[in-house]
């Protein structure tokens, strides 16, 4: 193991270590549903759109407006083979009606806002957390549109996510719009906000993965044991999907930064807004919990690999 892998590794471990600190709290019962709930809130309205934005202001160099535009491309290639591969693959496992679209979901949405970008800022630093906004938006745009769809799927074919204006204007969203703008202008090192925006945004991580480790905390030891389907569907989140894309994408991506944010962002563990559309649409709730559980779990040690096989 070089020293950049060892480093990687060892990002990863720190990261990990904090998840296990949450589920240890759980279990001593100093969280609660409503503590999750809470800090939830609070990073994904305040400190998590402090870290973006800051990310912009508190910048020294930014990309240029041609990487910008290349890398949203760049992602929406990625969503689309990922979500050709993953109606395939639940075809091909003969996944039974009420569960396919449970197992797309997972397959096809990581947790690119709440634990990508704490993952990408320890790996890469706050700079590249441009790419990660970027990357973010089709993200949100597919998760509550065809994600959605997926899941109502499932559920006697509620059908399609009402989707309007306001579904888009979170806190997170809006803010990575607004630190895409401030790169498309050219707006970066701006004293005093950007100080304040980036020690705000150092929240993030730790404050993202307590919460994490508090969500996991809720699911009993007997509930985590899965079939064959949920670990197909977990190795194709961790391990077939990233791989792909760094396959195709390397083909036409020649900055190795843009395309190893990219193929990080798409190796993240399963989404936890799946678990959330599921109680809405009545769905197989626990297999999107176990899923959450292990690729979380897995991926201390997914990502390090991937990162190593791709030199």
């Not at 998840?19 to 809470?38: H, N, P, S, V």
């Not at 979500?83 to 690119?112: K, Q």
């Not at 791989?243 to 900055?255: A, E, F, G, K, T």
């Amino acid at each position: 193991m070089n020293t950049d892998t060892l480093g990687i590794f060892t990002q990863m471990v720190v990261l990990f270590l904090i998840i296990g600190t949450g589920y240890g709290c759980k279990k001593a019962r100093l969280t609660t549903a409503a503590f999750d709930k809470g800090l939830s809130n609070l990073v994904l309205s305040v400190t998590l759109p402090a870290m973006i934005v800051g990310s912009v202001l508190n910048s020294t160099q930014l990309p240029g407006r041609t990487d910008i535009v290349a890398a949203f491309l760049y992602s929406c290639v990625a969503y689309a083979l990922m979500i050709v591969v993953a109606l395939v693959l639940t075809a091909l496992m003969r996944a039974p009606v009420g569960r396919h679209g449970v197992l797309r979901f997972m397959m096809v949405f990581g947790n690119v806002g709440f634990l990508g970008f704490p993952v990408i800022s320890a790996i890469w630093g706050s700079d590249a957390l441009i790419y990660a906004a970027i990357f973010n938006l089709p993200f949100n745009f597919l998760c509550f549109t065809v994600g959605a769809w997926f899941i109502a799927s499932d559920a006697q074919g509620q059908g399609m996510e009402k989707v309007t204006w306001r579904t888009f204007c979170t806190p997170t969203i809006l803010s990575c719009c607004a630190a895409i703008v401030l790169a498309l202008l050219g707006i970066h090192n701006v004293p005093v906000i950007g100080s304040a925006l980036d020690t705000l945004g150092t929240m993030t991580t730790p404050a993202a993965l307590l919460v994490v480790g508090s969500q996991l905390g809720n699911l009993a030891p007997r509930e985590l044991v899965g079939d064959a389907r949920l670990w197909a569907s977990c190795a194709a989140r961790l391990a077939l999907m990233p791989l792909l894309n760094w396959v195709v994408l390397s083909l036409i991506v020649d900055d190795p930064l843009i395309l190893g944010i990219l193929v990080v962002t798409t190796a993240m563990p399963v989404a936890n807004v799946g678990t959330m559309l599921c109680q809405k649409y009545d769905a197989d709730t626990p297999t999107v919990l176990r899923g959450t559980f292990w690729t979380t779990l897995l991926s201390l040690v997914t990502i390090p690999v991937l990162l190593l096989v791709m030199g």
